[in-house]
């Protein structure tokens, strides 16, 4: 059937199973947003306030859901405003597909307006992008990003469509991406890029199952892979099978419940005292999914100093990048524990997990009467909320506080900008949640930095009725900067101190929405538990010391176990 460039988008949009696109329009995507009409009852379009929300909503969306998120943009400034949620999720290994419309290709070089290389800006922070001048070519071009974002190591990939090629017609044949029996062209591309990835090989597997019996001290990192593979029910398995004590990174938060007797708790510069001090002197470490990156290895030289290293990771180029390791396996986590788990026998380590367990696996805040603090405000979350709320944080101090205090119990339910650090992430990746995820309770950890930056999709949240409940660590500065200051730069607070608006709750209910301030426990509770019951969003500024610090802290380039504080 004949169709134009624009319905041949939509079209392959559904064959890809799609029921979301976040997105704003422009000139020059305005064929497929009038396309989009029609498709009204098959695929919901979320018009967020920005671009870059509407990326980082896509992200959210792809790491609550485990599926492909997708989001629309418009050429020049819309499509470089979703830069910043393509690195994110770049860092992070989110599948999403970003579609943008460029000029018409007659148009393209000549600085046309709103005309930029968005696939030359994108190249370094995506698995692959394109530029699409030629209708024919649109359908493969779709089908084979799809099937590279959630193929080996997911990631983002971004599709630019000259303007001109989403009104031409050409000839369209729907394919469904199961159906592995198609013949001719279209069922070959998508043999060749629906794969799984490569087998890890036996020898490697028999390798390791010999390490692990001749181990006394054996110690496990659940990385980012774990949880991105939904392997968490083999690794807990494994785990307990190695009775072992494991660490857990930023992204591997979910791979292994945040109670489980053999959860040490966070690993790296705010890692906690188990985790660190275990990793220095076990005498087995096995690293799943995990990039040793410089906030768990800060200093690759002697990190792990007394052991044999072990690396399993979906992504060969990560392998000895950061940690030289003594053995490595290839492959996807939950195929590798597959095999893995018949070559082991039950394991006893029961004085190596006392030496472990002697030191703290998470941090305490003190409570300071008439003071609001950062241990209250989550532990009352944690208390008032369900178990299984999905969190949703952005970067900065209230970030690592959010993780050492949650016992996270499954994959999606920790929502963070780990690799790239994007301030800014949390409310647009809520929002993500909160739609894909419409039975959860989404709850929005923030600080009043980070908060500034992208609070224009409170408009959003509003908009659509999302029951999302941001929680502000208020304490009037940009608080993990300001830390720094205080320990390294000898208390030079330069341009970190937010003397400045809004009022936070004024602009909540500007958007319609639920407005608290509270600086005690009692009104944190009382304001958390009229948020829990209201149908719409809620905002609680949370007034907290603006010296609260993030403990433990081991300085960038330190051996792991040199606390700057505990």
């Known amino acids: 059937m004949e169709m134009t460039g624009a319905k041949i988008l939509l079209e392959c949009l559904r064959e890809q199973g799609v029921d979301t696109i976040f997105g704003y329009p422009g000139g020059t995507i305005l064929n497929v947003y009038d396309e989009l009409c029609n498709y009204s009852g098959e695929i919901q379009h979320i018009l967020t306030s920005h671009e870059q929300g509407a990326c980082h909503a896509a992200d959210g969306y792809a790491r609550a859901t485990g599926k492909v998120g997708v989001c629309f943009a418009t050429s020049g400034p819309g499509a470089t405003n979703l830069v910043t949620g393509i690195a994110t999720a770049y860092l992070d290994s989110s599948p999403i597909v970003c579609i943008t419309c460029n000029v018409s290709v007659g148009l393209i070089g000549k600085d046309s307006f709103q005309e930029v290389d968005i696939t030359g800006v994108t190249m370094p922070i995506t698995k692959c992008n394109y530029l699409v001048r030629r209708v024919e ?45 198609a013949e001719g062209r279209l069922g070959a591309l998508m043999r060749r890029w629906d794969f799984k990835p490569p087998e890890p090989d036996m020898d490697d597997i028999r390798t390791l199952a010999d390490m692990i019996a001749a181990s006394q001290k054996p110690m496990v990192i659940c990385g980012g892979g774990v949880v991105r593979s939904r392997a968490d029910k083999i690794f807990t398995e494994f785990v307990h099978k190695l009775d072992a004590p494991c660490a857990v990174t930023l992204m591997g938060a979910g791979g292994l419940r945040g109670l489980d007797s053999l959860n040490t708790g966070m690993i790296g510069m705010h890692g906690s005292q188990a985790s660190n001090i275990a990793v220095d002197n076990c005498d087995l470490l096995i690293a799943i999914g995990c990039r040793f990156s410089d906030r768990v290895a800060l200093k690759p030289d002697t990190f792990a100093q007394h052991a044999k290293i072990v690396q399993i990771d979906i992504d060969r180029a990560e392998i000895n990048k950061n940690v030289e390791t003594d053995h490595h396996i290839v492959g996807d986590a939950r195929r590798v524990l597959e095999l893995l788990m018949p070559l082991i026998d039950e394991q006893h380590h029961d004085a190596w997990k006392e030496e472990v367990f002697s030191h703290p696996t998470e941090t305490f805040y003190d409570e300071r009467p008439g003071c609001l603090t950062p241990g209250q405000v989550l532990s009352a979350i944690a208390r008032q909320c369900p178990q299984d709320t999905i969190v949703a944080t952005d970067v900065g101090q209230h970030q ?7 016992h996270f119990d499954y994959p999606g339910q920790l929502i963070t900008s780990g690799g790239f650090g994007t301030m800014g992430f949390g409310l647009g990746a809520a929002i993500g949640a909160q739609v894909g995820r419409p039975g959860k309770r989404v709850v929005h950890i923030t600080g009043d930095g980070s908060f500034r930056m992208n609070c224009n999709e409170l408009a959003t949240e509003q908009f659509y009725g999302l029951p999302i409940i941001t929680v502000i660590f208020d304490n009037g500065t940009l608080g993990m900067v300001r830390q720094w200051q205080t320990l390294i730069y000898q208390q030079h607070y330069s341009q970190t101190t937010l003397d400045r608006g809004p009022n936070f709750v004024k602009l909540a209910e500007a958007y319609g929405l639920n407005g608290f301030h509270v600086s005690t426990v009692e009104e944190f509770t009382a304001a958390l538990a009229k948020a829990l019951e209201s149908p719409c969003g809620s905002v609680i500024d949370c007034a907290i010391d603006m010296d609260e610090m993030v403990r433990p802290m081991v300085g960038g380039g330190s051996h792991i176990t040199d606390f700057m504080i505990n």
């Open 400 to 406: 690592m506080w959010a993780i050492q205090h949650f």
């Open 137 to 181: 070519n649109l359908a493969d071009t779709v089908r084979e990003a799809f099937a590279i974002a959630r193929s080996g190591r997911p990631g983002p990939v971004l599709i630019d469509i000259a303007k001109n090629v989403t009104a031409e017609r050409t000839e369209f044949s729907r394919l469904d991406r199961h159906d592995h029996t």
